[in-house]
């Protein structure tokens, strides 16, 4: 891990959400297929040297896991090295002893590989799936987050919030070996990266559009807040979704329809325009799309971590129903030749 504002070293992940994909043929994937399927590009980023696994959380038809830590737990049988984690856990409509309980179960299981990465949630399904008012959406996560943080110190704890009954010298297991490790992610909000710095919890920022250096502030604000509140140097991290191929042209023409698809899907429901033309190949060239051959990709991974000094870049390596092959080669191109180039262009 690099000291804030240095860029020698950087810990190099992939990110999942479980997409709902089709094969190569255009036959769609059944959700346990698709669940396997996510332990098979785990166990290969194993293998292949990447540093973190991370799955996210969603309760909607497009995407098969709902149940990260469960999934999790399997892929910790069955790989040796690499860091498990979520992308994100919604800490808003869960219960922080159970995410707590659950990750550190994983850590066991994994020898000690477990993260949680805690966020609101960009998808609010989960919302009326468990009862929870979306008008707390703020309120929820803020005495969430405050409950976890006093679980991290696995010692007996005492809380009081409004939204839940109060605890008094309550004991959470099963207890870690050397404490759990988490981070926030945050798509933008000034308050959450303060938040953040407050806890003294690493900061995931999720850039999913825009180029990257649109964030420098947020990172300065980060670290000038943890200075302020005398925190030592905690790392900061970026989500950026991509695709990586043999070649630019195969990978963004393995992209372009899902990627397209996807995002035109979430636009409906959220009132933005139709993708217009040009707007794929602009997000490669110019914004937050990691889409290409593995110089390409590694290039453009060093220069994002050059120019916001971060200590950890998470792909997103799955992209709307993009097949289960195609993410295998980008998974091992991302392993044997991407990690090793980003770390020769940062030396």
């Given at each position: 891990m690099n000291h804030p504002g240095l860029s020698t070293s950087v810990d190099l992940g992939l990110d999942t959400f479980g997409d709902m994909t089709i094969t190569e043929d255009g036959t769609a994937e059944s959700y346990p297929q698709v669940l396997r399927n996510v332990v098979a590009q785990a166990v290969l980023a194993d293998q292949v040297g990447v540093d973190a696994f991370g799955v996210g959380e969603h309760h909607?038809?497009?995407?098969?896991?709902?149940?990260?830590?469960?999934?999790?737990?399997?892929?910790?049988?069955?790989?040796?090295?690499?860091?498990?984690?979520?992308?994100?856990?919604?800490?808003?409509?869960?219960?922080?002893?159970?995410?707590?309980?659950?990750?550190?179960?994983?850590?066991?299981?994994?020898?000690?590989?477990?993260?949680?990465?805690?966020?609101?949630?960009?998808?609010?399904?989960?919302?009326?799936?468990?009862?929870?008012?979306?008008?707390?959406?703020?309120?929820?996560?803020?005495?969430?987050?405050?409950?976890?943080?006093?679980?991290?110190?696995?010692?007996?704890?005492?809380?009081?919030?409004?939204?839940?009954?109060?605890?008094?010298?309550?004991?959470?297991?099963?207890?870690?070996?050397?404490?759990?490790?988490?981070?926030?992610?945050?798509g933008g909000s000034p308050e959450s990266v303060v938040r953040a710095a407050e806890y003294r919890i690493p900061l995931m920022l999720a850039i999913i559009g825009g180029p990257a250096q649109r964030f420098a502030p947020y990172v300065e604000l980060y670290r000038n807040a943890g200075e302020q509140l005398g925190n030592p140097p905690l790392p900061i991290g970026v989500h950026s979704p991509g695709h990586i191929a043999d070649t630019d042209e195969q990978a963004r023409d393995q992209l372009r329809e899902h990627w397209t698809a996807s995002r035109n899907k979430i636009g409906s429901e959220r009132g933005w325009p139709p993708a217009q033309r040009g707007d794929f190949e602009r997000e490669i060239e110019e914004g937050a799309l990691y889409v290409g051959a593995p110089e390409t990709v590694a290039q453009k991974i060093a220069a994002t971590v050059r120019s916001l000094g971060i200590d950890r870049f998470d792909l997103k390596y799955s992209n709307g129903q993009l097949p289960h092959g195609y993410s295998m080669r980008a998974i091992e191109l991302y392993g044997t030749e991407v990690i090793p180039r980003v770390r020769e262009l940062l030396t």
């Open positions: 909607r038809r497009d995407f098969a896991v709902s149940a990260p830590d469960v999934v999790l737990a399997g892929i910790a049988t069955r790989t040796e090295r690499i860091r498990l984690g979520s992308a994100v856990t919604v800490l808003s409509s869960d219960d922080p002893i159970r995410v707590f309980e659950r990750f550190a179960t994983i850590d066991a299981l994994s020898g000690g590989r477990a993260e949680v990465t805690l966020g609101r949630g960009s998808f609010v399904e989960s919302f009326p799936l468990f009862g929870f008012d979306l008008a707390q959406y703020e309120d929820l996560f803020a005495e969430k987050l405050d409950l976890f943080s006093a679980l991290l110190a696995e010692g007996p704890v005492t809380w009081q919030g409004r939204l839940r009954p109060p605890l008094t010298d309550q004991h959470v297991y099963p207890k870690t070996t050397d404490g759990l490790r988490v981070w926030i992610a945050v």
